[in-house]
Nanobody, 123 residues
Framework: QVQLVESGGGLVQAGGSLRLACTTS????????MGWFRQAPGKEREFVAA????????DYTDSVKGRFTISRDNVKNTVYLQMNSLKPEDTAVYLC????????????????WGQGTQVTVSS
């Protein structure tokens, strides 16, 4: 069992930055891939970014490439999402995810989901 706790959401003006963090417990974080999804009101949940077990591979959805950076610190069992140049369309609940399978499949197959943290970008 893996527990996830997200933090770092908030209200920011367009063009601003936020850094989300997700701390896990229950298993050694280097034993699983991690990522972020988001869900806006009235929209389907969508993949945002993912990072491999040791942080050597990353993947991003096209709309955040060049603006968002995912990273991890396996000593702290934490994954981060640095979000720069935020846009109103980035407004959503951001959810941290964990994939236990060894294979790299960044956009699907996640086993554990956090409760989410709200990000609101005002225009």
């Amino acid at each position: 069992q893996v527990q996830l706790v997200e933090s770092g959401g908030g209200l920011v003006q367009a063009g601003g930055s936020l850094r989300l963090a997700c701390t896990t417990s229950g298993r050694t974080s280097s034993s699983y891939h991690m990522g972020w999804f988001r869900q806006a009101p009235g929209k389907e949940r969508e993949f945002v970014a993912a990072i491999s077990r040791i942080g050597d591979i990353t993947d991003y959805t096209d709309s955040v490439k060049g603006r968002f950076t995912i990273s991890r610190d396996n000593v702290k069992n934490t994954v981060y999402l640095q979000m720069n140049s935020l846009k109103p369309e980035d407004t959503a609940v951001y959810l941290c995810v964990v994939r236990m399978a060894f294979t790299w499949s960044p956009r699907a197959g996640y086993d554990y989901w956090g409760q989410g943290t709200q990000v609101t970008v005002s225009s």
